[in-house]
């Protein structure tokens, strides 16, 4: 007994040195406040020293691992709570509600973040006979698990690249494969693989999805989206709500709202030409709802978002 106790032990000592450990190489590298791009493609680090406001974005297929920090995160009705013990996997497109909630300057947030190749995903599982599909009736387009050791290894050799450059070209895929090999055996796994197998219900409901975000702007008619998924509309609505814990209504607002926010934001529109931009007939009811979601009218709105930005807290996407 004692024996099996000192293994644990042993294994938990392990898991928290290798995470200690990617979060110095994180910090490392990420000098600056808020995401940075790197020289490896696909891959993003993040620095936070102080907690964030909520703000809105839209997670792409990607894993987030999380180095050192807490973060909240919201899709849906469903709030994910991430420490440095956790990483988080999407597999859809999916406008989500985020917050950083613990970070400081002598413990700032750290996460790596590494946009995922579905087509690459699809190879290996093509290639590997222990990845079998299996059934993933009601699995989610993102869910949360404890980061295994093998991925916070492969992570961390991962960033060892970004100090031998010439390496990325030839080394740089193969460890990204590794990372989705890692993913795909993992308890997680289930969620890429739902998504990456050709016929599954997950995978048509994908489609429409992406669809969807690509012509949010435009009227909303769900028998053409049940044809892009090649789906009945009643099957759709149910496998897109259990994908995306929201109708496929509910999601096209969230990206119309989000994306209205961005231009008000970056291009400084005003709220009626936000609205039309993005598929709103009636900026009164484009007020409605953006006040409903995100507390306050437009114009509030904006002005805290400049303030906060003024002052060092803008929003960060990673």
């Known amino acids: 007994m004692a024996k099996v106790l000192d293994a644990t032990g042993d294994a938990r000592a392990e898991i928290e040195e290798m995470r200690a450990e990617l979060a110095r190489k994180i910090a ?13 493609p696909g891959l993003i680090l993040s620095r936070r020293t102080s907690p964030s406001e909520c703000f809105c974005t839209t997670y792409e297929p990607e894993l987030v691992v999380f180095a050192q920090g807490e973060k909240r995160i919201s899709v849906g009705g469903t709030t994910h709570l991430c420490d440095g013990s956790n990483f988080l996997l999407t597999s859809v497109d999916l406008p989500v509600e985020s917050q ?6 002598s413990e700032p947030y750290l996460a ?17 006979e222990l990845l079998t599909p299996e059934v993933s009736f009601g699995v989610r387009g993102m869910a949360v698990g404890k980061t295994p050791i093998e991925l916070l290894r492969v992570c961390s050799r991962l960033l060892d690249l970004l100090d031998t450059p010439k390496d990325i070209p030839f080394l740089g895929s193969l460890m990204q494969r590794e990372i989705l090999y890692r993913l795909l055996r993992s308890p997680l796994g289930r969620h890429l693989r739902s998504i990456a197998t050709l016929g599954e219900q997950s995978n048509r409901t994908a489609r429409a999805i992406g669809w969807l975000r ?3 702007d ?11 998924a090649q789906m009945g509309v009643s099957t759709l609505h149910h496998h897109f709500r259990s994908l995306t814990a929201m109708s496929p ?19 400084g529109l005003d709220a009626a030409s936000a609205a039309f931009e993005v ?3 009636s900026p009164s009811q484009f007020s409605r709802e953006y006040s409903r979601f995100f507390g306050q009218s437009p114009m509030r709105d904006m002005k805290s978002r400049r303030l906060a930005s003024v002052g060092g807290a803008g929003e960060l996407s990673v």
Do not use: C, F, W
């Open 28 to 40: 490392a590298h990420a000098k600056d406040e808020g995401p940075m791009d790197t020289t490896l």
């Open 100 to 105: 950083i909630i613990g970070a400081s300057r």
């Open 112 to 128: 790596l973040v590494l946009k995922l190749e579905m087509p690459v995903v699809r190879e290996i599982l093509s290639q590997d």
């Open 214 to 216: 690509a012509n949010y």
């Open 218 to 228: 435009k009227p909303l008619r769900v028998e053409e989206l049940a044809l892009v």
């Open 249 to 267: 209504l509910q999601y096209q607002k969230r990206l119309r709202l989000h994306a209205a926010r961005v231009r008000m934001l970056t291009d």
């Open 279 to 281: 598929g709103y007939e």
